[in-house]
Nanobody, 119 residues
Framework: QVQLVESGGGLVQAGGSLRLSCAAS????????MGWFRQAPGKEREFVAA????????DYADSVKGRFTISRDNAKNTLYLRMNSLKPEDTAVYYC????????????WGKGTLVTVSS
């Protein structure tokens, strides 16, 4: 079992920045692919960013490339998402996810943290 707890969401003006954190516990953090999904009001959940194990490989949705940066600190069992140049369309609940094999179909989800971007 893996437990994921997100923090760092809040209200920010368009063009601003936020950093989300995800504290993981329960299993060896470095053995899991980690990532972020989001769900905007009235929309389906969508992939945002991924960090594949400890090798440094990352992936991003086209909508956030160049603005968001995913990183992980295996010593602290923590995943981060730095979000710059935020847009109102980035408003969503952001979920931290983990999986031992595919971060695109994750088996573990946090409860989410709300990010609201005002125009």
């Amino acid at each position: 079992q893996v437990q994921l707890v997100e923090s760092g969401g809040g209200l920010v003006q368009a063009g601003g920045s936020l950093r989300l954190s995800c504290a993981a516990s329960g299993r060896t953090f470095r053995d899991y692919a980690m990532g972020w999904f989001r769900q905007a009001p009235g929309k389906e959940r969508e992939f945002v960013a991924a960090s594949r194990w400890s090798g440094g490989s990352t992936d991003y949705a086209d909508s956030v490339k160049g603005r968001f940066t995913i990183s992980r600190d295996n010593a602290k069992n923590t995943l981060y998402l730095r979000m710059n140049s935020l847009k109102p369309e980035d408003t969503a609940v952001y979920y931290c996810v983990a999986d031992p094999s595919s971060v695109y179909a994750p088996g573990y989800w946090g409860k989410g943290t709300l990010v609201t971007v005002s125009s």
